[in-house]
């Protein structure tokens, strides 16, 4: 399974765009990049998936360069709402009975 | 269309209690899993099934037992509750989509906050 790393924590303004990296350096070539956001005393919920290039939908944005070994979860003009953690998940379906690993998330705190 | 559920919402223990946690998923999907999550940690997996009849072990899956009867399921068993099972614990279940194009997505329940005193 592909390893990711991402910040354990972030702090960001109301109305201002935040930007989450992870990097999975040794992503393989079936895996895609996935976004979970989970809010206090709930369960994750996806938010985004992508394979290469760019992928957008009315929640966020995901970047994912060339090479692919990082991705950018990209939440446009935050709101106190977005107050969470993110979960960067690579994994593969074509290796469907190795479940995704949830690591620790990005504890993202939005101010007024 | 209920999604995952999951029962019960909240339950205390005593150490050495047992208990049954139960999972279940109206979406048709193969794979479920269980998950818990201590306080400031992220989700770690106790144990998952990739259909009806089949469980395998997670990373953490000392203390529990599950089981996959019926394909709509999952359930999570601790025979003798320990004060270091206090947690909260998230089912799930995934579809698997293996055309690109279309999204593999986890789907989690609300959660089990169990205490054990």
């Known amino acids: 399974l592909a390893k990711t790393t991402q910040p354990i924590s972030m702090d960001s303004y109301e109305g201002q765009e935040v930007n989450i990296t992870c990097s999975h350096n040794n992503i393989a070539t079936n895996d895609y990049i996935t976004w979970y956001q989970q809010f206090p005393s709930q369960g994750p919920r996806f938010i985004i998936q992508g394979y290469k290039t760019k992928v957008t939908n009315e929640v966020a944005s995901l970047f994912i360069p060339a090479d692919r070994k990082s991705s950018t979860l990209s939440l446009p003009r935050v709101s106190l709402s977005d107050t969470a953690v993110y979960y960067c998940l690579v994994g593969s379906t074509y290796s469907g009975n190795t479940p995704l690993v949830f690591g620790k998330g990005t504890r993202l705190s939005v101010i007024a | 269309n209920a999604g995952v559920t999951q029962t019960p919402k909240f339950r205390v223990l005593k150490t050495g209690q047992s208990m049954t946690l139960l999972c279940a998923q109206d979406m048709n999907h193969e794979y479920m899993y269980w998950y818990r999550q201590d306080p400031g940690m992220g989700l770690r997996l106790i144990h998952y099934?990739?259909?009806?009849?089949?469980?395998a072990k997670g990373e953490v899956p000392d203390g529990y037992n599950v089981s996959r009867l019926k394909k709509q399921n999952f359930l999570l068993g601790l025979e003798s509750a320990a004060p270091s099972q206090t947690s909260v614990y998230f089912c799930?279940?995934?579809?698997?989509?293996?055309?690109?194009?279309?999204?593999?997505?986890?789907?989690f329940g609300p959660g089990t906050r169990l205490t054990v005193l």
């Open positions: 099934s990739v259909g009806e009849g089949t469980t």
């Open positions: 799930a279940s995934r579809n698997l989509n293996r055309d690109r194009g279309l999204t593999d997505t986890q789907y």
